[in-house]
């Protein structure tokens, strides 16, 4: 061993040796960008993406940690995505690089799309269907809320055909409008399929805006509602039976595949999680997709979601076009569920508060919990959450359907 | 030969929605079809109903303070 060292090993003056120390700095490397550093893909990199850029995306994931922090804003994924970020914007140490432990990580289940796969096992363990099988008709309020993915598909087409600025191929404008189904394992699903490269801003813009819902929401409802339909008491969820609860998921999978088996992946492993749960046989399974799978995951998605915050990646005019088009595409979304409540209420029935329609968007269970604090505003008696919990689980199979929908397309 | 983006958007647009509702809709009719067997052939072992007509006196209290503390609920 000794020998082999002395071969290859050349005694250096000390004063070259500090001056290699220097040269190999972080500081020095963000001021004077390396010419042969390659990015992810082995791409040149231009030298304001080396130096500056790596200083603001450093500064934009404290941004993250901040709001994720001290505003609660979905903490369990902003943080991973933001250290993630940081991590992926370090010179030199090419750790969301191919053989970086993010690039890894990526590779291991982003690339292939096993991360949101397994989070949506995890979200189906965690579902409970009972108000929604005990008032079925208002799975039509989740399924008007993806109009705001595909109303801003549209929407991003005409931006890049009419505007000199945008340019996005149809692929890229619908991994950017599925933002609009307000579910992030869904909208990552689509990004590494259509548009890879989109991937950090989509999943940024995604689960930023889910956690602005209580935020986003509340005008948009109150401008589309008078305030008697805001006030609006719904009658009360009858029982639903443990075999109900138990034939749905199979139901639904089953319509899937008859249907939409591009839809499948996602369904699939929504219901796998959601039956195993329903069975009451297994729940040492069912226990651990609900907590210790689904917790592991998110660490290894956010991370992964985090390595695509690379400056020359995010840094870019088209990542300011996904958060606009993001934001445009929820506002839609919520807007689309309201009006399609107060088209219900124009049939006759029992009638629906409009309130709830903006569940209809996924983001499970927010979504729910701010029509019920709205609803609450108006009149304290009024207990909309598990009305809203209807429309809102239905929002998660719309936004799967829409999303096998793409798919399909594309294939 | 140029393809018109936003006449494919547009076609995106009927295509999904259509695709979404009419899957929650096949899901709606499905699920009151599985409900309305399951009530048929399988209904749930009804808790026997006799335990609860005897306390009948208890009952009375338990609702009028029930409806007591809705009132005063709502006042405040």
Same mark, same amino acid.
């Given at each position: 061993?000794?020998?082999?060292?002395?071969?290859?090993?050349?005694?250096?003056?000390?004063?070259?040796?500090?001056?290699?120390?220097?040269?190999?700095?972080?500081?020095?490397?963000?001021?004077?960008?390396?010419?042969?550093?390659?990015?992810?893909?082995?791409?040149?990199?231009?030298?304001?993406?080396?130096?500056?850029?790596?200083?603001?995306?450093?500064?934009?994931?404290?941004?993250?940690?901040?709001?994720?922090?001290?505003?609660?804003?979905?903490?369990?994924?902003?943080?991973?995505?933001?250290?993630? !970020?940081?991590?992926?914007?370090?010179?030199?140490? @090419?750790?969301? #690089?191919?053989? #970086?432990?993010? !690039?890894?990580?990526?590779?291991?289940?982003?690339?292939?799309?096993?991360?949101?796969?397994?989070?949506?096992?995890?979200?189906?363990?965690?579902?409970?269907?009972?108000?929604?099988?005990?008032?079925?008709?208002?799975?039509?309020?989740?399924?008007?809320?993806?109009?705001?993915?595909?109303?801003?598909?549209?929407?991003?087409?005409?931006?890049?055909?009419?505007?000199?600025?945008?340019?996005?191929?149809?692929?890229?404008?619908?991994?950017?409008?599925?933002? !609009?189904?307000?579910?992030?394992?869904?909208?990552?699903?689509?990004?590494?399929?259509?548009?890879?490269?989109?991937?950090?801003?989509?999943?940024?813009?995604?689960?930023?805006?889910?956690?602005?819902?209580?935020?986003?929401?509340?005008?948009?409802?109150?401008?589309?509602?008078?305030?008697?339909?805001?006030?609006?008491?719904?009658?009360?969820?009858?029982?639903?039976?443990?075999?109900?609860?138990?034939?749905?998921?199979?139901?639904?999978?089953?319509?899937?595949?008859?249907?939409?088996?591009?839809?499948?992946?996602?369904?699939?492993?929504?219901?796998?999680?959601?039956?195993?749960?329903?069975?009451?046989?297994?729940?040492?399974?069912?226990?651990?997709?609900?907590?210790?799978?689904?917790?592991?995951?998110?660490?290894?998605?956010?991370?992964?979601?985090?390595?695509?915050?690379?400056?020359?990646?995010?840094?870019?005019?088209?990542?300011?076009?996904?958060?606009?088009? @993001?934001?445009?595409?929820?506002?839609?979304?919520?807007?689309?569920?309201?009006?399609?409540?107060?088209?219900?209420?124009?049939?006759? !029935?029992?009638?629906?508060?409009?309130?709830? @329609?903006?569940?209809?968007?996924?983001?499970?269970?927010?979504?729910?919990?701010?029509?019920?604090?709205?609803?609450?505003?108006?009149?304290?008696?009024?207990?909309?959450?598990?009305?809203?919990?209807?429309?809102?689980?239905?929002?998660?199979? #719309?936004?799967?359907?829409?999303?096998?929908?793409?798919?399909?397309?594309?294939? | 030969?140029?393809?018109?983006?936003?006449?494919?958007?547009?076609?995106?647009?009927? +295509?999904?929605?259509?695709?979404?509702? +009419?899957?929650?809709?096949?899901?709606?009719?499905?699920?009151? +079809?599985?409900?309305?067997?399951?009530?048929?052939?399988?209904?749930?072992?009804?808790?026997?109903?006799?335990?609860?007509?005897?306390?009948?006196?208890?009952?009375?209290?338990?609702?009028?303070?029930?409806? *007591?503390?809705? *009132?005063?609920?709502?006042?405040?």
């Amino acid at each position: 061993m000794t020998t082999h060292l002395e071969e290859t090993y050349k005694a250096q003056p000390f004063m070259d040796m500090i001056e290699g120390f220097l040269h190999s700095t972080g500081i020095d490397a963000l001021m004077n960008p390396r010419a042969n550093e390659m990015n992810a893909h082995g791409e040149p990199i231009s030298d304001f993406h080396k130096s500056w850029g790596r200083v603001i995306m450093i500064l934009i994931t404290f941004l993250l940690f901040y709001l994720a922090i001290a505003r609660g804003f979905e903490p369990l994924l902003l943080l991973p995505i933001g250290f993630g !970020g940081l991590l992926a914007n370090i010179p030199l140490a @090419g750790i969301g #690089g191919d053989t #970086g432990f993010l !690039g890894i990580i990526y590779h291991m289940g982003l690339s292939n799309q096993l991360f949101p796969i397994l989070i949506f096992m995890g979200v189906g363990a965690m579902t409970d269907f009972g108000p929604l099988l005990s008032n079925p008709k208002t799975a039509l309020l989740g399924g008007a809320a993806q109009f705001g993915i595909f109303g801003t598909l549209v929407g991003a087409v005409v931006l890049s055909e009419y505007t000199p600025f945008f340019d996005f191929t149809l692929q890229q404008a619908s991994a950017i409008s599925i933002i !609009g189904g307000a579910d992030g394992p869904t909208s990552i699903f689509i990004a590494t399929n259509l548009a890879p490269e989109l991937l950090g801003a989509i999943a940024v813009a995604s689960y930023s805006y889910m956690a602005m819902v209580p935020i986003i929401q509340p005008p948009i409802m109150k401008a589309l509602t008078t305030d008697a339909e805001r006030r609006i008491k719904m009658t009360t969820l009858r029982h639903v039976s443990r075999l109900e609860k138990l034939v749905f998921p199979i139901l639904v999978l089953v319509l899937a595949i008859l249907i939409l088996p591009d839809a499948t992946p996602l369904i699939g492993a929504f219901m796998f999680g959601n039956f195993l749960k329903e069975t009451g046989v297994v729940d040492r399974l069912s226990d651990t997709m609900q907590n210790a799978l689904i917790n592991i995951v998110t660490i290894f998605l956010g991370l992964a979601v985090g390595s695509k915050l690379a400056a020359d990646q995010f840094l870019v005019p088209d990542t300011l076009a996904i958060l606009l088009l @993001g934001i445009i595409a929820f506002s839609v979304g919520t807007a689309a569920g309201v009006i399609m409540a107060k088209i219900m209420n124009l049939f006759p !029935g029992h009638k629906v508060n409009p309130l709830i @329609g903006s569940a209809g968007v996924s983001a499970v269970p927010m979504a729910a919990r701010v029509s019920n604090k709205v609803g609450m505003e108006y009149d304290r008696t009024n207990m909309l959450l598990m009305h809203a919990m209807g429309p809102n689980v239905a929002g998660v199979i #719309g936004s799967a359907v829409a999303a096998g929908i793409l798919m399909s397309i594309f294939k | 030969m140029e393809t018109n983006l936003v006449v494919e958007g547009v076609k995106f647009m009927f +295509l999904g929605m259509g695709a979404v509702f +009419l899957f929650l809709a096949l899901m709606i009719v499905t699920m009151n +079809l599985m409900s309305y067997i399951i009530h048929k052939f399988f209904p749930e072992p009804q808790p026997s109903v006799k335990s609860t007509v005897a306390p009948q006196e208890d009952n009375k209290k338990i609702v009028a303070a029930i409806t *007591a503390a809705i *009132a005063h609920h709502r006042q405040g």
